[in-house]
């Protein structure tokens, strides 16, 4: 699934996004959406930090629901009133209105600017 999204991740490694899960599930940190045994959507997120730290739709599959789910369903892991935070494109960059826009309908607040994988986020 990767493949089909990478162009949503600038500067992603696929290496990296691949040892990053693979830390996730052993920490049972990762939740996926699946059809008829394939994986259709992905969320990987930190106990720790409570932090949403990845979220990817097959392209497919989007507008039913799936990514809604899969984080209200994180969002039930963590005691209610939890702050959860993620970061996600700046508000300028127009690749990433449909992501600022659903957080932004689930609650999570613009903070401090970042730099990720040589990206301003």
Request: charged share 25%; glycine share 8%; proline share 3%.
């Amino acid at each position: 699934m990767l493949e089909l999204v990478k162009h949503n991740f600038p500067g992603l490694e696929k290496e990296v996004y691949k040892k990053g899960l693979q830390v996730s599930i052993m920490e049972k940190e990762a939740l996926v959406a699946k059809e008829n045994g394939l994986v259709i959507g992905a969320l990987a997120f930190s106990n720790d930090s409570k932090e949403l730290v990845f979220l990817a739709v097959d392209p497919e599959y989007r507008k039913m629901g799936i990514t809604q789910n899969l984080i209200k369903k994180m969002a039930s892991l963590f005691p209610t009133g939890t702050q959860l935070s993620v970061i996600t494109y700046r508000e300028d960059d127009l690749h990433g209105r449909a992501a600022r826009k659903l957080y932004q309908n689930f609650g999570f607040k613009c903070g401090e600017l970042l730099t990720v994988f040589e990206y301003p986020c």
